[in-house]
Protein backbone atom coordinates (compact mmCIF):
# COMPACT_ATOMS: atom_id res chain seq x y z
CA UNK A 1 0.00 0.00 0.00
CA UNK A 2 1.09 3.19 -1.24
CA UNK A 3 1.22 6.16 1.69
CA UNK A 4 2.52 9.92 1.53
CA UNK A 5 5.05 10.61 3.97
CA UNK A 6 6.56 13.77 4.73
CA UNK A 7 10.54 12.84 4.72
CA UNK A 8 13.30 15.16 5.66
CA UNK A 9 15.19 16.65 2.65
CA UNK A 10 17.69 18.86 4.48
CA UNK A 11 18.79 20.43 7.67
CA UNK A 12 21.06 23.49 9.18
CA UNK A 13 21.62 25.57 12.09
CA UNK A 14 22.53 28.82 13.16
CA UNK A 15 24.35 30.49 16.32
CA UNK A 16 24.91 33.57 17.08
CA UNK A 17 28.73 34.76 16.87
CA UNK A 18 28.84 36.09 21.04
CA UNK A 19 29.39 33.11 23.65
CA UNK A 20 28.07 33.76 26.78
CA UNK A 21 30.28 31.44 29.77
CA UNK A 22 28.69 30.95 33.29
CA UNK A 23 31.27 33.11 34.89
CA UNK A 24 30.28 36.08 32.53
CA UNK A 25 27.28 35.75 34.21
CA UNK A 26 28.50 35.36 37.42
CA UNK A 27 29.83 38.59 36.91
CA UNK A 28 26.87 40.42 37.32
CA UNK A 29 24.23 37.97 38.80
CA UNK A 30 24.64 35.94 42.25
CA UNK A 31 25.28 32.73 40.88
CA UNK A 32 28.49 30.35 39.97
CA UNK A 33 29.63 27.93 37.45
CA UNK A 34 29.60 25.45 39.70
CA UNK A 35 25.92 25.92 40.58
CA UNK A 36 24.62 26.35 36.94
CA UNK A 37 26.59 22.87 35.94
CA UNK A 38 25.56 21.03 38.79
CA UNK A 39 21.79 21.62 38.67
CA UNK A 40 21.65 22.00 34.40
CA UNK A 41 24.56 20.72 32.48
CA UNK A 42 24.92 24.47 31.17
CA UNK A 43 28.49 25.27 30.63
CA UNK A 44 27.71 28.48 28.21
CA UNK A 45 24.85 29.71 25.72
CA UNK A 46 25.36 32.04 22.50
CA UNK A 47 23.78 35.51 22.75
CA UNK A 48 22.21 37.30 19.12
CA UNK A 49 24.60 40.61 18.57
CA UNK A 50 22.72 44.09 18.91
CA UNK A 51 19.83 44.26 16.12
CA UNK A 52 20.42 40.86 15.49
CA UNK A 53 16.62 39.56 15.12
CA UNK A 54 14.71 35.93 14.97
CA UNK A 55 14.41 36.08 11.53
CA UNK A 56 18.21 36.88 10.40
CA UNK A 57 18.73 34.24 12.47
CA UNK A 58 15.98 31.67 11.06
CA UNK A 59 16.71 32.88 7.50
CA UNK A 60 20.67 31.36 7.93
CA UNK A 61 19.18 28.00 9.35
CA UNK A 62 16.90 27.79 6.65
CA UNK A 63 19.72 28.49 3.89
CA UNK A 64 21.71 26.11 5.42
CA UNK A 65 18.91 23.76 4.99
CA UNK A 66 18.55 24.34 1.91
CA UNK A 67 21.70 23.75 0.94
CA UNK A 68 21.79 20.88 2.71
CA UNK A 69 18.69 19.57 1.11
CA UNK A 70 20.32 20.70 -2.55
CA UNK A 71 16.71 22.35 -2.70
CA UNK A 72 16.28 26.09 -4.12
CA UNK A 73 13.98 28.41 -1.96
CA UNK A 74 11.80 28.16 -5.23
CA UNK A 75 10.83 24.46 -4.55
CA UNK A 76 9.41 25.69 -0.97
CA UNK A 77 5.55 26.13 -0.80
CA UNK A 78 5.43 26.40 3.25
CA UNK A 79 6.93 27.73 6.20
CA UNK A 80 6.29 26.91 9.49
CA UNK A 81 8.03 28.54 12.28
CA UNK A 82 7.97 28.09 15.88
CA UNK A 83 9.53 31.42 17.60
CA UNK A 84 8.57 32.38 21.52
CA UNK A 85 10.08 35.34 20.36
CA UNK A 86 9.25 36.74 16.99
CA UNK A 87 10.55 40.27 15.68
CA UNK A 88 7.15 41.46 16.18
CA UNK A 89 3.94 40.52 17.44
CA UNK A 90 2.72 40.61 13.59
CA UNK A 91 2.82 39.73 11.06
CA UNK A 92 4.82 36.34 11.31
CA UNK A 93 8.17 35.96 11.36
CA UNK A 94 7.96 33.54 8.84
CA UNK A 95 6.74 36.15 6.45
CA UNK A 96 9.79 38.12 7.10
CA UNK A 97 11.89 34.57 5.87
CA UNK A 98 9.56 34.28 3.47
CA UNK A 99 10.23 37.29 1.79
CA UNK A 100 13.85 36.68 2.59
CA UNK A 101 14.47 33.85 0.52
CA UNK A 102 12.92 35.68 -2.57
CA UNK A 103 9.79 33.42 -2.10
CA UNK A 104 6.67 34.70 -3.06
CA UNK A 105 3.95 32.24 -3.51
CA UNK A 106 2.70 29.27 -0.91
CA UNK A 107 2.15 29.75 2.94
CA UNK A 108 4.16 31.02 5.43
CA UNK A 109 3.11 31.69 9.12
CA UNK A 110 4.19 31.17 13.08
CA UNK A 111 2.95 28.50 15.95
CA UNK A 112 3.36 29.51 19.34
CA UNK A 113 3.85 26.40 21.63
CA UNK A 114 6.89 27.77 23.35
CA UNK A 115 9.80 25.13 24.17
CA UNK A 116 7.40 22.54 22.12
CA UNK A 117 7.54 24.61 19.21
CA UNK A 118 9.90 22.45 16.91
CA UNK A 119 7.86 19.59 17.36
CA UNK A 120 4.11 20.80 17.15
CA UNK A 121 5.79 22.44 13.52
CA UNK A 122 7.11 19.04 12.40
CA UNK A 123 3.71 17.99 13.00
CA UNK A 124 2.14 20.61 11.22
CA UNK A 125 3.94 20.62 8.22
CA UNK A 126 3.62 16.97 8.34
CA UNK A 127 -0.13 16.47 8.31
CA UNK A 128 -0.15 19.34 5.34
CA UNK A 129 2.41 17.35 3.17
CA UNK A 130 0.31 14.05 4.02
CA UNK A 131 -2.88 16.18 3.06
CA UNK A 132 -1.18 17.31 -0.47
CA UNK A 133 -1.97 20.60 0.01
CA UNK A 134 1.86 21.29 -0.13
CA UNK A 135 5.13 19.88 -1.43
CA UNK A 136 8.00 21.00 0.21
CA UNK A 137 8.12 22.60 3.75
CA UNK A 138 10.65 24.36 5.68
CA UNK A 139 10.11 23.94 9.58
CA UNK A 140 11.97 26.63 11.78
CA UNK A 141 12.97 26.70 15.04
CA UNK A 142 14.56 30.52 16.09
CA UNK A 143 14.72 32.37 18.96
CA UNK A 144 16.30 35.49 20.52
CA UNK A 145 15.20 34.24 23.64
CA UNK A 146 17.84 36.30 25.78
CA UNK A 147 15.55 39.13 25.60
CA UNK A 148 12.47 38.13 27.26
CA UNK A 149 15.08 37.08 30.28
CA UNK A 150 14.92 39.23 33.56
CA UNK A 151 19.01 39.72 34.59
CA UNK A 152 18.13 40.21 37.63
CA UNK A 153 16.08 36.58 38.14
CA UNK A 154 19.35 34.34 38.65
CA UNK A 155 16.84 31.59 38.58
CA UNK A 156 15.80 31.63 34.73
CA UNK A 157 18.90 34.01 33.39
CA UNK A 158 21.29 31.73 33.58
CA UNK A 159 19.09 29.14 31.86
CA UNK A 160 17.79 30.49 28.50
CA UNK A 161 20.25 31.31 25.02
CA UNK A 162 19.86 32.38 21.14
CA UNK A 163 19.66 30.23 18.34
CA UNK A 164 18.20 28.76 15.22
CA UNK A 165 17.77 25.25 13.66
CA UNK A 166 15.43 24.36 10.07
CA UNK A 167 14.57 21.00 8.37
CA UNK A 168 13.13 21.02 5.06
CA UNK A 169 10.25 18.37 4.81
CA UNK A 170 9.32 16.92 1.24
CA UNK A 171 6.16 15.09 0.31
CA UNK A 172 6.73 11.49 -0.56
CA UNK A 173 5.38 7.99 -1.31
CA UNK A 174 5.88 5.18 1.63
CA UNK A 175 4.86 1.74 2.12
CA UNK A 176 2.58 2.62 5.43
CA UNK A 177 5.43 0.35 7.12
CA UNK A 178 7.81 1.52 9.65
CA UNK A 179 10.42 0.92 7.46
CA UNK A 180 9.31 4.03 4.99
CA UNK A 181 11.69 7.08 5.55
CA UNK A 182 10.07 10.25 7.11
CA UNK A 183 7.72 11.17 10.08
CA UNK A 184 6.08 7.70 11.20
CA UNK A 185 3.86 9.32 13.90
CA UNK A 186 3.61 12.50 15.54
CA UNK A 187 2.11 13.30 19.05
CA UNK A 188 0.88 16.98 20.82
CA UNK A 189 -0.34 17.49 24.33
CA UNK A 190 -1.09 20.49 26.01
CA UNK A 191 -2.76 21.30 29.40
CA UNK A 192 -3.56 24.78 30.14
CA UNK A 193 -4.03 24.59 34.49
CA UNK A 194 0.25 24.98 34.22
CA UNK A 195 0.33 27.97 32.71
CA UNK A 196 1.61 30.42 36.18
CA UNK A 197 4.73 27.29 36.09
CA UNK A 198 6.39 28.86 32.90
CA UNK A 199 4.95 32.41 31.32
CA UNK A 200 5.71 35.18 30.27
CA UNK A 201 4.27 38.68 32.35
CA UNK A 202 3.90 40.54 29.17
CA UNK A 203 2.47 41.00 25.87
CA UNK A 204 -0.02 43.35 23.84
CA UNK A 205 -3.09 42.15 25.15
CA UNK A 206 -2.31 42.18 28.98
CA UNK A 207 0.45 44.76 29.77
CA UNK A 208 1.26 46.22 26.71
CA UNK A 209 4.79 45.20 26.74
CA UNK A 210 6.86 42.49 25.97
CA UNK A 211 8.24 41.29 29.57
CA UNK A 212 10.09 38.87 31.32
CA UNK A 213 10.18 35.13 31.79
CA UNK A 214 8.84 33.88 35.06
CA UNK A 215 9.43 29.58 36.16
CA UNK A 216 9.00 27.81 38.96
CA UNK A 217 11.58 25.37 38.11
CA UNK A 218 11.10 22.76 40.39
CA UNK A 219 7.47 22.34 39.17
CA UNK A 220 8.38 22.21 35.67
CA UNK A 221 10.90 19.43 36.10
CA UNK A 222 8.52 17.34 37.93
CA UNK A 223 5.76 17.69 35.38
CA UNK A 224 8.83 17.30 32.50
CA UNK A 225 10.39 13.90 33.35
CA UNK A 226 6.71 12.37 33.44
CA UNK A 227 5.00 13.63 30.47
CA UNK A 228 8.17 13.39 28.16
CA UNK A 229 8.07 9.77 28.77
CA UNK A 230 4.50 9.29 28.66
CA UNK A 231 4.77 10.92 25.21
CA UNK A 232 7.50 9.07 23.76
CA UNK A 233 5.26 5.60 24.77
CA UNK A 234 3.09 7.09 22.94
CA UNK A 235 5.11 7.33 19.88
CA UNK A 236 6.68 3.69 20.35
CA UNK A 237 2.96 2.32 21.03
CA UNK A 238 1.50 4.00 18.19
CA UNK A 239 4.31 2.45 15.72
CA UNK A 240 4.78 -0.95 17.53
CA UNK A 241 8.12 -0.24 17.71
CA UNK A 242 10.45 -0.50 21.11
CA UNK A 243 13.24 1.60 22.65
CA UNK A 244 15.88 -0.96 21.30
CA UNK A 245 14.75 0.22 17.62
CA UNK A 246 15.94 3.81 18.71
CA UNK A 247 19.02 5.14 17.09
CA UNK A 248 19.33 8.85 18.23
CA UNK A 249 17.26 10.44 20.66
CA UNK A 250 16.60 14.12 20.35
CA UNK A 251 15.25 16.01 22.89
CA UNK A 252 14.40 19.64 23.96
CA UNK A 253 17.44 20.38 25.62
CA UNK A 254 16.20 22.53 29.00
CA UNK A 255 18.39 20.87 31.69
CA UNK A 256 20.72 17.61 31.55
CA UNK A 257 19.13 16.03 34.18
CA UNK A 258 15.57 16.06 33.04
CA UNK A 259 17.25 14.54 29.69
CA UNK A 260 19.51 11.93 32.00
CA UNK A 261 16.30 11.35 34.03
CA UNK A 262 14.24 10.79 31.12
CA UNK A 263 16.70 8.36 28.94
CA UNK A 264 17.02 6.25 32.60
CA UNK A 265 12.98 6.08 32.76
CA UNK A 266 12.53 5.12 29.57
CA UNK A 267 15.86 2.55 29.34
CA UNK A 268 17.57 3.94 26.92
CA UNK A 269 21.54 3.98 26.79
CA UNK A 270 23.65 7.59 27.73
CA UNK A 271 24.90 7.35 24.21
CA UNK A 272 22.09 7.19 22.17
CA UNK A 273 21.54 11.12 23.58
CA UNK A 274 22.13 13.85 21.63
CA UNK A 275 23.08 16.40 24.40
CA UNK A 276 24.06 20.05 22.91
CA UNK A 277 22.99 21.70 26.44
CA UNK A 278 25.85 22.19 27.72
CA UNK A 279 27.12 24.58 24.86
CA UNK A 280 23.40 25.98 23.64
CA UNK A 281 21.88 26.20 26.90
CA UNK A 282 18.03 25.95 26.54
CA UNK A 283 17.14 27.77 23.20
CA UNK A 284 13.72 26.85 23.60
CA UNK A 285 12.10 26.42 20.02
CA UNK A 286 15.38 26.41 18.41
CA UNK A 287 16.89 23.06 20.46
CA UNK A 288 16.10 20.30 19.14
CA UNK A 289 16.85 21.40 15.04
CA UNK A 290 20.24 22.73 16.27
CA UNK A 291 21.07 19.16 18.06
CA UNK A 292 19.54 17.38 15.13
CA UNK A 293 21.73 19.64 12.96
CA UNK A 294 24.81 18.74 14.83
CA UNK A 295 24.49 15.01 15.14
CA UNK A 296 23.40 15.13 11.25
CA UNK A 297 26.65 16.87 10.26
CA UNK A 298 29.02 14.65 12.93
CA UNK A 299 27.90 11.88 11.10
CA UNK A 300 26.33 10.33 13.80
CA UNK A 301 22.25 10.55 12.08
CA UNK A 302 22.88 8.56 8.90
CA UNK A 303 19.75 8.03 6.35
CA UNK A 304 17.58 4.99 7.47
CA UNK A 305 18.31 5.76 11.26
CA UNK A 306 15.21 6.08 13.59
CA UNK A 307 15.32 9.83 15.24
CA UNK A 308 12.71 9.82 18.51
CA UNK A 309 12.73 13.95 18.84
CA UNK A 310 10.39 15.24 21.94
CA UNK A 311 10.12 18.69 24.12
CA UNK A 312 8.38 20.32 27.16
CA UNK A 313 7.35 24.05 27.68
CA UNK A 314 5.47 26.16 28.60
CA UNK A 315 1.67 25.90 28.71
CA UNK A 316 2.32 22.96 29.52
CA UNK A 317 2.65 22.01 26.09
CA UNK A 318 4.69 18.63 25.22
CA UNK A 319 5.19 16.49 21.88
CA UNK A 320 7.02 13.72 20.01
CA UNK A 321 8.00 12.83 16.75
CA UNK A 322 9.49 9.77 15.49
CA UNK A 323 11.15 9.92 12.33
CA UNK A 324 12.96 7.58 9.96
CA UNK A 325 16.13 9.65 8.92
O1 LIG B 1 12.36 24.61 28.46
C1 LIG B 1 11.17 24.70 29.18
C2 LIG B 1 11.17 23.77 30.29
N1 LIG B 1 12.02 24.23 31.36
C3 LIG B 1 12.59 23.32 32.12
O2 LIG B 1 12.48 22.16 31.84
C4 LIG B 1 13.33 23.76 33.37
C5 LIG B 1 13.03 22.79 34.47
N2 LIG B 1 13.65 23.08 35.73
C6 LIG B 1 14.99 23.03 35.94
O3 LIG B 1 15.74 22.82 35.03
C7 LIG B 1 15.50 23.19 37.36
O4 LIG B 1 14.40 23.20 38.24
C8 LIG B 1 16.35 24.46 37.56
C9 LIG B 1 17.71 24.31 36.86
C10 LIG B 1 15.61 25.67 37.03
C11 LIG B 1 16.61 24.69 39.05
O5 LIG B 1 17.19 23.55 39.65
P1 LIG B 1 16.62 22.98 41.02
O6 LIG B 1 17.49 21.87 41.41
O7 LIG B 1 15.15 22.68 40.81
O8 LIG B 1 16.84 24.18 42.02
P2 LIG B 1 15.78 25.00 42.89
O9 LIG B 1 14.91 25.83 42.01
O10 LIG B 1 15.12 24.03 43.81
O11 LIG B 1 16.73 25.96 43.70
C12 LIG B 1 17.67 25.46 44.68
C13 LIG B 1 18.41 26.61 45.31
C14 LIG B 1 17.51 27.72 45.83
O12 LIG B 1 18.05 28.18 47.05
P3 LIG B 1 17.40 27.72 48.46
O13 LIG B 1 15.97 28.18 48.40
O14 LIG B 1 17.54 26.22 48.49
O15 LIG B 1 18.25 28.44 49.46
C15 LIG B 1 17.64 28.80 44.79
O16 LIG B 1 17.44 30.10 45.32
O17 LIG B 1 19.29 27.24 44.35
C16 LIG B 1 19.07 28.66 44.35
N3 LIG B 1 19.31 29.17 43.01
C17 LIG B 1 20.51 29.54 42.56
N4 LIG B 1 21.71 29.57 43.14
C18 LIG B 1 22.77 29.99 42.39
C19 LIG B 1 18.40 29.31 42.01
N5 LIG B 1 19.00 29.78 40.92
C20 LIG B 1 20.32 29.93 41.23
C21 LIG B 1 21.43 30.35 40.50
N6 LIG B 1 22.64 30.36 41.11
N7 LIG B 1 21.36 30.73 39.19
Redesign the pocket.
Known sequence: MSIPRSVVAGVGSYLPARVVTNDDLAKF????DE??VE??GIRQRHFAADGELTSDMALKAAEAALVHAQMDAQDIDLIVMAPTTPDNTFPASATTVQAALGIHHGAAFDIQA??SGFVYAVSIADNFLKAGQFKNALVIGAETFSRLLDFED??????FGDGAGAIVLSASEGEGGVADRGVLTAHLHSDGRHKEK?YVDGGPSSTQSVGHVR?I??D??RH?VVNIADVINEALEATGLTIADINWFVP?Q??K??LDGTAKRIGLPEEKVVMTVGEHG?T?AASVPLALDKAVKDGRIKRGDLVLLEA???GFTWGSALIRW
Do not use: E, P, Y
Open positions: VDTSWIRSVCRTTCVLLMGRVFAHANRINSMGG
